[in-house]
Nanobody, 117 residues
């Protein structure tokens, strides 16, 4: 059974940092592109960051470049999102995604990040 379990969300002040984790199970983790998406209240879900199977290539939304870093540990079946210099507009539910094909495409349940003073 495929599972993606996000953790690490919470309340943080503007300018602060958080590290999200997504623990995966039930599939061959290294075969999948891993991504973080987010959905803010009243907005569509958007792609935040992506990392290829071996971790060689990453990409980021323009809004988070130079502030967020995606990484993965294939030995631990875990993907991370280090978020620095957080802003109020980063407030959202953050979702982990694993994708190998249109059919082999899995989602976690999300973790809430709130940036507020």
């Amino acid at each position: 059974q495929v599972q993606l379990v996000e953790s690490g969300g919470g309340l943080v002040q503007p300018g602060g940092s958080l590290r999200l984790s997504c623990a995966a199970s039930g599939f061959t983790f290294s075969d999948y592109v891993m991504s973080w998406y987010r959905q803010a209240p009243g907005k569509e879900r958007e792609l935040v960051a992506q990392i290829t199977g071996a971790g060689r290539f990453t990409s980021y939304a323009d809004s988070v470049k130079a502030r967020f870093t995606i990484s993965r540990d294939n030995a631990k079946n875990t993907v991370y999102l280090q978020m620095n210099s957080l802003r109020a507009e980063d407030t959202a539910v953050y979702y982990c995604n694993a994708r190998r094909s249109p059919v082999l495409n899995y989602w976690g349940k999300g973790t809430l990040v709130t940036v507020s003073s």
